[in-house]
């Protein structure tokens, strides 16, 4: 039987999310921002259409989102992250050969002859089972999805691509997944403008100029599959967790709080995923954009004497290396942890000069602390040195309630 590939793209997911407990957003212009209310980082079709672009600063689109009334929500990443699990759930009842591509994006190995009435019923099925409207594209290969799936949200929904060299006549050798801006450039500067061009150019030649990824890109135009559906998740090789201040902070003691928080997510993290560090990092950073002030960042290492996942340790390697970094009087915009040489917390090399019993005990206290945490709500149970003021945290003063995640948030209907 022949394979397939089919690309589920969720439509303007952030978006979507919001509308799913708000319907009389249905219609209506809206805009999720990043971070600390930043920037846009989703749009609907209908703000879209007034010119919003992806990344746009909020305070550029005040005059526009006063005078459109255009709705403004702060990320909800509880809600969209536990969304995007339903989804995924849902297309594991078509088929078990499902890649989560990122958090609204899936791709789907099916086998035999696919119909468009198929695609249908699993979109329809999506929408109603989560609420999410998405589109689905399929093709041979992953990067023939990536196309038809483009076409599908630009149509009905849904796309078959049964004549590829069709479609890539008309598509931009830039729009092609895979091909980036100086391959585009050079690409084109050979006379390399269109998808159809690409596919059609000489292995050898291709191979020279853009290396084995160029290569695999034109076989999966050809139709060869060079890019296996990755059914089990790989191992993270890394673990950063930061966040913008929602106002700057010059005050060492906020930048501990922060580190220490910081922390202590990207160490339960590595808990969740059974897996240890050897390596911590730490950033700070002012905000270069603010002309007045100069742009200060530094960031500060240190290695572990074990690899570990535990909490208290990882939080006093975090601070010692802040120590260092801070300088008086400047004005930060961001703190960050970064978590490296990940490895399996069941195949770390043994110390025979570290005190094992103090070890077993540091991991069941981890695990009451997660479980507490998970049970009652993250943060229940915190180091000291994360404090409970917070006042460096991020603003999300737009935020949605986290309908799907929080008993207290949960929707009332009167």
Known sequence: ?????????????????????????????????????????????????????????????????????????SSNYALYGDLSNRVMQTLQNFTPEVEVYSIDEAFVGLTGEVSDHALSIMRTTVKRWTGIPVSIGLAPTKTLAKIANRIAKRGEGTYILRDPDQVLENLPVGEVWGIGRQSTKKLTAYGITTALKLKQADLA????????????????????????????????????????????????????????????????????????????????????????????RNSGTVGLSAPTNHTITLTKAALKALGPLYRVGDHYQKAGVWLTEL????????????????????????????????????????????????????????RSPRYTTRWDELLIVP
């Open 1 to 73: 039987m022949s394979r397939l590939i089919a690309l589920v793209d969720s439509n303007n997911f952030y978006v979507s999310c919001e509308r799913v407990f708000n319907p009389k957003l249905e219609g209506r212009p809206v805009i999720v921002l990043s971070s600390n209310d930043g920037c846009a980082v989703a749009r609907s079709n209908e703000a879209k259409a007034l010119g919003i672009k992806m990344g746009t600063p909020a305070f550029q689109m005040r005059d526009l989102i006063e005078k459109h009334q255009i709705q403004i929500f």
């Open 205 to 296: 030649w291709i191979k020279r100029q853009m290396g084995i990824v160029g290569v695999r890109i034109v076989k999966e135009l050809r139709g060869t599959s060079c890019l296996p559906l990755e059914l089990i998740p790989q191992p993270r090789k890394s673990c950063c967790v930061s966040r913008s201040f929602g106002h700057p902070v010059t005050d060492l003691e906020d930048l501990r709080e922060a580190i220490a928080t910081h922390t202590a997510r990207a160490a339960h993290k590595l808990r969740r995923d059974n897996l240890s560090a050897s390596l911590l990092a730490v950033f700070i950073a002012t905000n270069r954009f603010n002309a007045d002030l100069p742009y200060y």
């Open 343 to 398: 490895t399996p917390a069941h195949e770390i090399q043994q110390d025979l000069f570290i005190n094992h019993k103090s070890c077993e005990k540091g991991r069941k206290l981890m695990e009451v602390m997660d479980a507490l945490n998970s049970q009652f709500g993250a943060g229940t149970v915190r180091c000291a040195a994360q404090g409970f003021e917070q006042s460096w945290r991020t603003k999300a003063e737009m």
